[in-house]
C-alpha cells in the first residue's frame, strides 16, 4: 500500500536487522507522494530483499517495486586520522526493468534527529591548511571507501551537482554515490568488536516520484577506511 500525503514523515518506532538490538529513528520527511521503506513490505507494497555482496561479503539491501530495483550499499570512515567526525558514504544501484525512462533523484541523509550534510567532492589534491576539515569538502583519493572499490566511483554526486535529476533508459541500470559528513559531534562508537557510527543512518532516493527508503542501524554500518 502506498502512502499518500503531500509532505510524508517517515518515524519507525523500532526496527530490527539481521539480529541487531533495536534502535530509536528519527522523523524524516520529503516532499512527494509516495514512498517505499526497507522492511516494511506489509505496509508499502514493495518486495525488500538483502543479500551479500560477493566482493566485500556486506549486505546489499533491495527493494522492487513495478519493474524498478534500488540497491543500497554503506559505509563510513574517519574524516582523518586525529579528526573527530566521520564520512557516510553510500552507493544506490537503479535498474530499470520497465519499458520506460526512469528519472532518478539522489534524497537527503540522516543521523538520528540530526541532517548529515553532502560533501563536496574534489578531484585535486588540496594541501590542508587549517580548518580544513571543518569544511564541506572531500578529496577523492582520500576516501578510501571510493579508492579500495569498497564503494563504487560511478556518477559521484557532490553537493552542488550540474543536475537534479538522472535519466535511466528502459533495460538499463544506473549507480550513484554519496559522501555525507555525519552531523554529530561524537559520531563513532568503539569495542572489542571494533567502530560503528552511533544512532540510526537513514536515506533515500527518489525514482519516478517515489521515495526508496533505506533505514542502517549504526551498529551494521561497516567500516571501509583505511
Given at each position: 500500500m502506498l502512502i499518500h500525503a503531500c509532505v510524508f514523515v517517515l518515524t519507525v518506532s523500532a526496527f530490527c536487522l539481521d539480529g541487531l538490538a533495536q534502535v530509536d529513528t528519527p522523523a524524516f520527511e520529503t516532499e512527494v507522494k509516495s514512498a517505499f521503506v526497507w522492511g516494511e513490505d506489509k505496509v508499502n507494497?514493495?518486495?525488500s530483499s538483502s543479500v551479500a555482496d560477493p566482493r566485500t561479503g556486506q549486505r546489499i539491501h533491495k527493494l522492487e517495486y513495478g519493474g524498478i530495483e534500488?540497491?543500497?550499499r554503506i559505509g563510513f570512515e574517519r574524516i582523518a586520522r586525529g579528526e573527530v567526525g566521520e564520512f557516510i558514504e553510500y552507493t544506490a544501484a537503479v535498474v530499470n526493468s520497465t519499458g520506460?525512462?526512469?528519472l532518478?533523484?539522489?534524497g537527503g541523509v540522516s543521523v538520528d534527529e540530526g541532517t548529515a550534510r553532502q560533501v563536496h567532492i574534489s578531484q585535486e589534491h588540496r594541501h590542508r591548511r587549517e580548518k580544513d576539515y571543518d569544511t564541506d569538502v572531500a578529496e577523492l583519493s582520500k576516501l578510501y571507501c571510493l579508492t579500495?572499490?569498497?564503494l563504487s566511483t560511478d556518477n559521484l554526486v557532490s553537493a552542488d551537482p550540474q543536475g537534479g535529476?538522472?535519466?535511466i533508459e528502459p533495460s538499463a541500470?544506473?549507480?550513484v554515490t554519496v559522501v555525507a559528513r555525519d552531523p554529530s559531534h561524537y559520531s563513532i562508537r568503539c569495542s572489542s568488536e571494533?567502530?560503528?557510527p552511533v544512532g540510526a543512518l537513514r536515506y533515500f532516493v527518489t525514482v519516478n516520484g517515489r521515495d526508496y527508503v533505506f533505514l542502517w542501524p549504526g551498529r551494521s554500518v561497516p567500516y571501509c577506511g583505511d
Open positions: 507494497g514493495a518486495n534500488v540497491s543500497s520506460r525512462v526512469a532518478l533523484r539522489v579500495s572499490g569498497f535529476v538522472l535519466v541500470a544506473l549507480t571494533g567502530c560503528h
